[in-house]
Structure formats: structure tokens, C-alpha cells
């Protein structure tokens, strides 16, 4: 049985994406990284998003990787303990200057959240879900 996974996203500068993420919050687990790669943990409980140089990633893949400026590839989400921490890590990714493709709001009257890009215009979300609110079955 499977017993940890990891994403493995394409990145075209280390140092860009160690600046963007440092601003918003995040941090590196240092004993994983190399010329190569870093290891973005986004939250204590979760396993880390290994941020690799395009061309090592495609060899590891055997492929060509997504063109991420016409399309995307993923939704990386992650949650928010509050309405008011959606709204100030939103205001985080304002200040990097990175585009934002979804402006906070609620959703189906449960789900508070937005969706931004980071550099390599990988697509990611954060939510706040009030469970007390979530629609019974």
C-alpha cells in the first residue's frame, strides 16, 4: 500500500519560485534540495511539492511538459482555516504581483476561497469549507 506521494511541478527559475513562495508564506525543506530542485512544504501535515527544473522533469517523465501559459494541467488546493485567512493570504498573492484567476467568493454557500498562479502559471487555490454548512445527503 502506497504509504506517501509527492507532486512534481516544472519550474523555469529555482530562485523565482523560492522568492514568490517565501513571500506568500510557504517554506523549503532544505535537506531535499539540489541544483535541480526544491521542496516547497505548503502545510506541517502534508508531504512536500517538489519544484523541479523543467528539463529534469522531462527526463524523469519521458515527455515534453505542458505548456502552462494556454492551458492548465492542475488544481493544487489547499485549506484556510477562516474567511478572514483566505482574505489576508489573498492579499499575499496580490503583493507578488502573480495573476489571479479567481477573485475570493463563496461557493455553493459552504466553500469560501480564490485561485491565483504562481510564476509558472501552475494554478492553485485556497478554501475555507464550513462543514456545518455543508448541503446533508
Known sequence: MVKQYWI????????VSRDFFSKIGFSFDTKFESTDCLSLMVGPQMPPIMLFLEPTIESFANSKIADTSSAFEVLISFDAQSKEEVDQFYQKVVATGERIFSEPAEKDGWMYGFGFEDPDNHRWNMLYMDMEKLPKQ
Open 8 to 15: 512534481n511541478l516544472p519550474v523555469k527559475n529555482l530562485a
